[in-house]
């Protein structure tokens, strides 16, 4: 008898035993598996700087935009979005080939030397590629092929345009697809996409641009959904500065673009003493970036007050990471 009550003694304690040693393996599995979740959204995401993040120091001639790709990796950045607006020797029209791939192997060769990825160019005062005007609007197609050109060279993979023009939304709509469809053909032949910001005007009606996509479905069109530009329309009419008058609702709209997003903008204005975007729900937004299956550089754009651009530039990526970390 007491041999028996010994073996099962034996017997209970062996269970017990077994059954903490699974329920500790099925801890630390758990454990594995969140911290293996955290490490693939962390290895998802690359950070790239938006040059308009300088545009202040870059225009007012304290810092020189040759130097971009230096600048960008002594702040912590792998790839260089471009804006080509900062370059003053595209300003002037005259032998604007020539012009532009001379600058586009010269920012090659600099951010070669410092290692660094050119992600885009984003494209501006190059004519409306929703110009009513057929004249205008084939104009403004054969200078963006320039740029998808010079974004081959440097080894970018999209350009960024806008799409102005158009005020009558069906009409907006139709040049759109048009346009887009001829750069993307173009884009196929080059490697390199065509990507719409929602950067004013129906652009940034999310629902309007996404239709544009839906249509078009071309393998080298797509989005660059930025957190911050879903101003529609402003006071009196003006494509910049004045005050907004009809704003679409921003995660309702990035829910919407970023099924067709080859990059994301992450656009900040102002902080709080916690280092929160004062208007943006960052996390909110970096989580339907997640959700819809998104990886690559996260493109870092501050457009604030501050004195020194690069506090506020140290500030968008410190939250973008703290998002990162905390996505379910």
């Known amino acids: 008898m007491k041999n028996y009550f010994t073996i099962a003694l034996v017997c209970v304690s062996t269970l017990i035993s077994c059954k903490n040693e699974v329920k500790i393996e099925d801890e630390n599995t758990q454990k594995e598996v969140a911290k293996t979740d955290l490490m693939t959204a962390n290895n998802d995401f690359k950070y790239s700087l938006a040059q308009w993040s300088l545009h202040k120091p870059f225009l007012d001639g304290s810092m020189d935009p040759m130097d971009f790709a230096v600048i960008a990796k002594d702040l912590g950045y792998t790839g ?74 440097m080894g970018a993979h999209s350009i960024r345009a806008n799409l102005f023009g158009e005020l009558d939304p069906e009409k907006w709509h139709t040049i759109s697809v048009a346009s887009l469809k001829e750069l993307a053909e173009y884009g ?61 609702d921003t995660y309702k709209g990035m829910e919407e673009l970023m099924p067709y997003a080859k990059g994301v903008s992450a656009k900040s204005y102002n902080f709080d003493e916690n280092g929160n975007e ?20 996260v493109g870092v754009e501050y457009e604030g007050p501050l004195e020194d651009p690069k506090e506020g530039i140290n500030l968008t990526k410190a939250l973008v990471e703290k998002s990162i970390k905390n996505l379910k």
């Open 278 to 297: 004062t208007k943006l729900d960052y996390p909110r937004i970096m989580q339907i970036v997640k959700d819809s299956g998104f990886k690559g550089y």
């Open 80 to 153: 260089l979005e471009y804006v080509t607006q900062l370059y003053p020797q595209v300003q002037d029209k005259a032998n604007y080939r020539e012009t532009v791939m001379a600058l586009a192997a010269e920012l090659k060769k600099r951010s070669d030397a410092a290692g660094m990825q050119n992600v885009l160019l984003m494209v501006d005062n190059d004519g409306e590629l929703a110009d009513p005007d057929p004249t205008k609007r084939a104009e403004a197609i054969k200078t963006h092929k320039i740029w998808m050109d010079a974004a081959a060279l």
């Open 188 to 248: 196929k032949t080059k490697g390199v996409s065509i990507l719409i910001e929602n950067h004013g005007g129906w652009s940034s009606d999310a629902a309007k641009l996404a239709a544009v996509m839906k249509e078009v479905d071309m393998e080298y069109v797509g989005t660059l959904p930025d957190f911050g530009n879903f101003c529609v329309k402003r006071e009196g009419g003006e494509r910049w500065g004045a005050p907004c008058v009809e704003e679409y």
